[in-house]
């Protein structure tokens, strides 16, 4: 067991819970059930009540769920992916310092292609450009997918924007919000960023072990902390209502799988045709470049077949960007 990890017993004890939501279970089944000592079972309620997940305690009778919990746990999301190979293996943490480095070490360690890592708080959570991803308890979603492709290092970037329609696709068509995503990876609603995607790499020259694709999904946030108010919204902010973090996760890993095929069958083009249709930067968008040297203005033009950015400077030169940041100017 990867140190942290959530206890696949706890894992079983929902799973028991939610298969029986409608009655109460008695806390000696669910002990022999699980293989654990009553108290054992005790101190779990507690620690599942602390994530807010509603377990009513009858007196010498046991215990019953109040409602279906929405924590990401395997038990609950794994069912749900049939035959898929993304999410055959589910890591889960109720806490752990960054999703994509534990990644980064279980691929290290061997991790097969398509295993998934999750956590409901994390406390060093990372953003690009060596910025900070804000991960409040229970109300986003941070997960990180391996992934073993067989390209070069070269061709990885083209996994950023697979993702990025990938989460644009589940996202609107879960809240029926407009969703946007700017170019590489930013998935804004009404301007705002409400999700943004990490992707790190384990690789040497020429050789490309694994890529993990972290993705961060402000769903159930009530509001953003001051400094992110300006830039940064939630799912809940935008549609007024909460959303199921279990529903989305299960259907981001499905088209994760979708477009990941599309990506071997059909190569990069297709993907980078995805995401122009998906996003107003691909074409026509005024925006500011900022690199580390500069910043200038430029009209965007298209997405190349490889997901790098043309855009045409106001002096007409054309440039295909590849890594960078850009902001639309209004
Ligand atoms: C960005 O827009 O700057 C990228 C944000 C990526 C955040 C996710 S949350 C899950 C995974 N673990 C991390 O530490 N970061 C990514």
């Known amino acids: 067991m990867v140190p942290g990890t959530t206890e696949?017993?706890?894992?079983?004890?929902?799973?028991?819970?939610?298969?029986?939501?409608?009655?109460?279970?008695?806390g000696p089944k669910i002990a022999s059930q699980i293989g654990v000592t009553?108290?054992?079972?005790?101190?779990?309620?507690?620690?599942?009540?602390?994530?807010?997940?509603?377990?009513?305690?009858?007196v010498g009778a046991g215990y019953q769920l109040v409602k279906i919990p929405d924590i990401l746990v395997p038990s609950l999301i794994q069912p749900e992916l049939g035959e898929n190979e993304i999410g055959r293996a589910i890591i889960h943490f109720f806490r752990t310092d960054s999703t994509n480095t534990a990644a980064l070490v279980l691929a290290q360690d061997g991790a097969e292609h398509g295993t998934v890592v999750v956590a409901e708080e994390q406390t060093g959570g990372r953003g690009r450009l060596g910025r900070t991803w804000y991960s409040e308890k229970s109300s986003g979603i941070y997960v990180s997918i391996i992934l073993r492709p067989p390209f070069s290092?070269?061709?990885?970037?083209?996994?950023?924007?697979?993702?990025g329609v990938a989460t644009q696709q589940t996202l609107s068509a879960i809240t029926g919000l407009s969703v946007d995503i700017r170019w590489p990876n930013d998935l804004l609603v009404n301007g705002k960023k409400v999700a943004g995607i990490l992707t790190e790499m384990n690789a040497e020259l020429g050789r490309l072990h694994a890529v993990v694709l972290g993705i961060g999904i402000n769903v159930n946030h009530t509001e953003m902390p001051g400094g992110l108010k300006p830039t940064a919204t939630s799912l809940r902010i935008e549609s007024q209502r909460p959303w199921s973090r279990v529903q989305i996760c299960i259907a981001l890993l499905k088209e994760l799988e979708r477009y990941y095929h599309l990506l071997l069958e059909k190569g990069s083009g297709a993907i980078a045709e995805r995401w122009a249709a998906a996003s107003t930067y691909?074409?026509?968008?005024?925006?500011?470049i900022v690199t580390a040297e500069a910043e200038c203005l430029a009209t965007t033009i298209g997405l190349n077949p490889s997901g790098a950015l043309r855009v045409r400077y106001d002096d007409s030169r054309e440039e295909a960007l590849v890594a960078g940041e850009i902001a639309e100017v209004k």
């Open 8 to 26: 696949r017993r706890i894992d079983k004890m929902i799973r028991l819970l939610v298969k029986n939501a409608t009655v109460v279970v008695p």
């Open 282 to 288: 691909a074409t026509g968008k005024r925006i500011r």
């Open 153 to 163: 290092p070269t061709a990885a970037p083209i996994l950023t924007l697979m993702a």
């Open 38 to 58: 009553r108290s054992a079972v005790a101190l779990w309620v507690k620690t599942l009540r602390n994530l807010g997940v509603e377990i009513k305690g009858h």
